[in-house]
């Protein structure tokens, strides 16, 4: 099992930048693939960004293709995902949450699905202003 926890969110200016963390525990050796979602009230949720642990491949939204990047540091002792955030719209304004599973692999169309992600983190607010 992983235990997910994000940190990072706060409340900013459009065109802004911010650094989401979310810390890996537990089994973070056994992630397959993991992503960053985002839920904005009345939205479903919405992958943003999908990482696979073995290709190092990376696949964005459209929404945030250009904007967002995802980065990880697994040094000794830590996994821990990042979603460096520049530009941001009031659009971005969500929660914001990590997800990890343990798959070897995925079709592309699975990517960004949340249906895909096993674990998750308890979220954490972005909120721009214009």
């Known amino acids: 099992q992983v235990q997910l926890a994000e940190s990072g969110g706060g409340s900013v200016q459009a065109g802004d930048s911010l650094r989401l963390s979310c810390v890996a525990s537990g089994n973070p050796a056994t992630i397959g693939y993991a992503a960053w979602f985002r839920q904005a009230p009345g939205n479903q949720r919405e992958g943003i960004v999908s990482f696979n642990t073995r290709t190092s491949s990376t696949v964005y939204a459209d929404s945030v293709k250009g904007r967002f990047t995802f980065s990880r540091d697994i040094a000794k002792g830590t996994h821990t995902l990042f979603l460096q955030m520049n530009s941001l719209k009031p659009e971005d304004t969500a929660i914001y949450y990590c997800?990890?599973?343990?798959?070897?692999?995925?079709?592309?169309?699975?990517?960004?699905?949340?249906?895909?992600?096993?674990?998750w983190g308890q979220g954490t607010q972005v909120t721009v202003s214009s």
């Open positions: 997800a990890t599973n343990p798959r070897v692999r995925m079709i592309d169309d699975d990517l960004l699905l949340p249906t895909s992600y096993n674990y």
